[in-house]
């Protein structure tokens, strides 16, 4: 459940972010289980989650916050969030919905490494890609972990 | 599964190592789905974790790999590899022994974010940290994300 007051969070001051103010997220599906995807979060994008119930995250590449599913509508609804030992990783587990993949699959980690050391695709699709975001699929409109 | 032969593993060309030369490393327990841990591995760790079974890290503190549960026994059994959409984060599915957390827990994420934005300990402590790794348990000997 994601803090309900208005008051400051006080874990905000517990974390561990790093030199460019960053901490990775790792975002979990809650009925599935299933591992969705990790990015990462500067304190504004982690703010904006608590305070909106829906993920967010920092760009790196682009520079800014971004929320996602604000292209495809996929976004995932938090249930909970969970510091690890060192306080500078973050789990946040969420319902997800459609895919969380920008590539169309429920998750980013739909290739799996095979016996001969390959990738193999085993990820379920779930949407088509380029209906839901046209041309700027290819800009790579909603990185997963950019 | 992971790779049986001694070939070069194809995919390693495949990741986008950090400038760093670093990678997020997720791993999961392949029977609760529980998330462990999350820690990176530079190309030696991966190329160990492929060719043990077991998982290894890099610690950036440290400036070296290490092989979870080399001073505990509570080692990550692999049973296999997935690569996200971007081909940054590695996700490991892993049989763990006794417990993933240096602190006793059975993995890192124990403390949850409460409604006043407080964290609560809501993990399971498997093991006391002091009997397992005894004086160097405040060393961190073992970090998990470090």
Known sequence: MTPATSQEPEFLKALAWSPEGLIPAIV???ETNEVLMMAWMDESALRKTLE???THFYS????KSWRKGE??????????IFVDCDADV????????????HE??????????DR???????????????TVYGA?????SEPSSA
């Open 90 to 101: 973050v789990l946040v587990k969420a319902r997800q919905l459609g895919g969380a993949c």
């Open 71 to 80: 292209t495809s509508g996929h976004v995932q609804i938090v249930d909970s």
């Open 52 to 54: 909106t119930g829906q």
């Open 136 to 140: 700027s699929a290819a800009e790579g």
């Open 60 to 63: 790196r590449s682009r520079r």
């Open 28 to 30: 979990q599906d809650v």
């Open 116 to 130: 001969e050391g390959g990738l193999e695709v085993v990820g379920r699709l779930v949407f088509d890609s380029q």
């Open 104 to 113: 169309g699959y429920h998750n980013c980690f739909f290739r799996r490494v």
